[in-house]
């Protein structure tokens, strides 16, 4: 383990030095900064006339053992396209140490029109393969980090509203439903930034955050930073919402709890962001978030045990189900007030 510049071109040569070491032949590749995750720095690499396959080299803060066991999981996945490792290794630049992840490069940029039902079918085929892996990843669990309380003299900012609407009422409720919502390794970071086009369909890249959790935490996610529209008024795509769900029930089809944890999650992650805002003081990630957390809580004035209308969409597609064992995700709800005529309109 060398050590090395933390300057972008040295560190690049040094990580392809020390994969040379391990054999690996690099010789003709051209690497790019490439845009990737938050933490990682990643460059692609092409030859001249595309006569091998382009590669993603990633170097990320993550430990080199941790990398390994995920590309164990990641290699495993048969059913939709993921990066296959080529080789990792670990570098050391100053006080910092880096693993390098060599991989191939999926995808054929960023899906534009969307096909949500595809993806949905996608994403629940990822899930179906990473159920089947004996990696262990049970030390990787999924938690909440709460966010610190406002000041006292400080109106209390609508996302912390909402987060201690659901955490609080409901949260402990559903921590005991653990036998409807098993968890499985799953992707554990499925922004829209991880979704990539391929020729198929769609496929999915960076598993660093891979944790043992819930498949609806990825679903959630996707919602979360992906079905509010911001501007003027906040609007939730509420058809693609459904359309992205109906895709995934075709291939895993969830539980009903699964369906109330999926809104939850979604106002909790919500709440990341507004904590992420906080630490590196990004004033837009924190009135994003109280954007979507005042849509959220007029919306559940209206239809207080279904505010994003993902059950009552379900129900009416799935005549075999009795709603009246749909579990409530207010525990004082009794009907709903007011009706969502399932439209992408702002309230």
């Known amino acids: 383990m060398a050590e090395v510049s933390t300057d972008p071109d040295r560190l690049l040569a040094q990580a392809i030095g020390c994969l040379g070491e391990q ?18 720095t990643v460059w692609k690499g092409v030859t001249k006339e595309d006569e091998r396959p382009a590669m993603a080299l990633r170097l990320t803060p993550k430990p080199l ?104 009422r409901i949260f402990a409720w559903l921590s005991t439903q653990t036998e409807r919502m098993a968890p499985q390794p799953i992707h554990g970071d499925m922004h829209w930034g991880n979704v990539v086009a391929t020729v198929d369909g769609f496929g999915f890249i960076d598993f660093d955050k891979v944790m043992f959790a819930p ?66 003081d990004i004033d837009e990630y924190r009135r994003a978030a109280d954007a979507v957390a005042s849509w959220w809580i007029a919306r559940r004035r209206r239809t207080r045990s279904d505010p994003l209308g993902i059950r009552t969409a379900r129900q009416s597609n799935a005549a075999d189900r009795d709603p009246a064992n749909q579990p409530p995700l207010w525990p004082d709800s009794g009907s709903d007030s007011g009706s969502d005529d399932e439209s992408d309109s702002p309230d």
């Open 215 to 280: 498949p609806v935490f990825d679903l959630a996610k996707l919602i979360a930073t992906g079905m509010f529209r911001g501007g003027e008024q906040v609007r939730f795509q509420a058809r693609k919402t459904t359309q992205l769900i109906e895709g995934y029930e075709s291939v895993r089809p969830l539980a009903d709890t699964e369906l109330v944890a999926l809104e939850g999650l979604a106002v909790l992650l919500n709440e990341e962001t507004a904590r992420l805002g906080t630490v590196y």
């Open 65 to 168: 053992e941790l990398i390994r066991r995920i590309a164990t999981l990641v290699d495993g996945v048969q059913s939709v396209a993921c990066p296959t490792t080529v080789a990792t290794d670990r570098l050391e630049a100053g006080e910092r140490t880096w693993t390098v992840h060599l991989c191939t490069w999926i995808g054929i940029g960023t899906p534009r029109k969307a096909d949500m039902g595809l993806l949905g079918q996608h994403l629940a085929r990822l899930h179906l393969d990473l159920a089947g892996s004996a990696v262990d990843l049970t030390d990787r669990r999924l938690s909440f980090e709460r966010s610190p309380v406002p000041p006292t003299e400080q109106q209390l900012p609508t996302w912390y509203v909402a987060r201690h609407l659901w955490r609080d």
């Open 23 to 40: 054999g690996v032949d690099l010789d003709g590749y051209a690497f790019t900064p490439a845009a990737g995750a938050t933490q990682a």
